[in-house]
């Protein structure tokens, strides 16, 4: 480390003036044109703009409005790795008051979606001037938020032969210049449920005459928490989250059906089956109970995320190469949200990290919020750090 710089320093050092005026210039456009997934046409836009004047070729669209660009190895043929940034925004009205604040009215990129593609940008800017052995592609993918970019990215075949791959993600609970690589699970799966009680209705003075879906569907939600508190061990974590409730409508009346909707987490493959099973058996011993029939509908979201001991290792070996072994953290708590790079890591290896953007003394504002505002330094130290991640991996993977 050169005397009297931090290693932050000495990260947001590797980008020329132009550089940095480059990506916060890109960063802030698309924060004031955030779009919904699917619908990320501006946004390809201006990133395909900002990847050319970065001088990197743009190889092709991806997955309707998203982009893969490339970036020569050292060594033809090499092994090829790719880092993933996604574009899209969030139907929330933003409150951060930031001159350039959302133009688009009830969108924001509450969800720091704007960070991740520009520091994608920013390790391929790293890239271009310090190549890894093989070549690597910056994957600018839309749709995270709804769960299905990852999967028509490789449904389109553009990462055939890509043995590695490597994003993050913004995290309000850690500081600037702190990262969390661990192994193992980094995101919970993220089904969805419904389920439809059928019974026969009648006037409300008579419940004796029915056979009321609305009361066994109460019985269901109270049960369907034993799942998680009675089936599963205490020690790994589940969720089933009931978010929809919908019967009847007069007062007076019982209706003939019922319908609830809620979500599943697990952290593993076997979890996520266990939970939707005794969900399902739970469902029909209900409405047995009272004489209802029953049918469930589980919707298969994203996968748990978990990253590899092999990927994971590379990403931790570059944050410690590039900012000593205290910028590693571990991950505070199960995180039972859902993240679609699930996807990939479940066809190859590589890391999906967590990366501080917090600074100061000053309240903690976490995603999804209309007034989330990450520090725009962690653009450099994370496009540092991936760019280092897909050089260690490409080594490593060219033997």
């Keep these: 480390m050169t005397k009297g710089k931090s290693g932050t320093e000495q990260l947001v050092g590797q980008f020329t003036a132009g550089e940095r005026a480059l990506l916060l210039e890109l960063r802030r456009a698309l924060h004031r044109n955030p779009e919904p997934s699917w619908q990320e046409l501006k946004t390809q836009s201006l990133l395909k703009a900002a990847i050319e004047q970065a001088g990197i070729k743009v190889v092709r669209e991806?997955?309707?409005?998203?982009?893969?660009?490339?970036?020569?190895?050292t060594a033809k043929g090499g092994p090829v790795v790719a880092i993933r940034g996604d574009i899209d925004g969030l139907p929330i009205l933003e409150e951060t008051e930031l001159p350039y604040a959302s133009e688009t009215p009830g969108m924001m990129h509450a969800c720091g979606h704007d960070m991740h593609a520009t520091w994608t940008v920013a390790a391929g800017m790293l890239l271009a001037k310090s190549p890894a052995v093989g070549?690597?592609?910056?994957v600018l993918q839309p749709a995270e938020e709804v769960g299905e970019g990852a999967a028509k990215v490789l449904a389109?075949?553009?990462l055939e032969g890509v043995a590695a791959m490597f994003g993050a993600h913004v995290d309000w609970r850690y500081d600037v210049g702190e990262f969390v690589a661990d192994a193992g699970p980094l995101a919970a799966s993220t089904d969805t449920f419904e389920v439809d009680f059928r019974g026969s209705g009648g006037h409300g003075a008579r419940p004796q005459d029915t056979k009321d879906p609305?009361?066994?569907m109460a019985a269901f939600v109270c049960d369907v928490q034993t799942v998680v508190s009675r089936r599963l061990d205490p020690a790994v974590p589940g969720v089933i989250s009931v978010g929809i409730l919908k019967a009847g409508g007069a007062p007076n009346v019982i209706p003939e059906t019922s319908h609830c909707a809620g979500t599943i987490r697990a952290t593993t493959p076997e979890v996520r089956k266990m939970l939707a099973d005794e969900l399902g058996r739970l469902a029909h011993s209900v409405a047995a109970t009272h004489q209802l029939k029953a049918k469930v509908t589980l919707k298969e979201g994203t996968p748990p995320l978990i990253n590899p001991e092999r990927g994971a290792g590379w990403?931790?070996?570059a944050v410690r190469e590039l900012l000593g072994k205290s910028a590693l953290r571990s991950l505070l708590r199960a995180n039972m949200g859902g993240e679609d790079f699930a996807f990939y890591l479940e066809k190859m290896d590589g890391c999906f990290l967590r990366v501080g953007t917090h600074r100061g003394a000053g309240e903690r504002v976490g995603v999804h919020n209309s007034k989330f505002n990450p520090d725009e330094e962690t653009i450099f130290l994370a496009g540092a750090v991936l760019a280092e991640c897909a050089r260690k991996a490409s080594a490593e993977l060219a033997g």
């Design 156 to 158: 389109s075949g553009a």
């Design 214 to 216: 609305v009361v066994g």
């Design 62 to 73: 991806v997955a309707k409005t998203g982009l893969i660009a490339r970036i020569p190895g």
């Design 315 to 317: 990403a931790q070996d």
């Design 135 to 138: 070549e690597v592609l910056l």
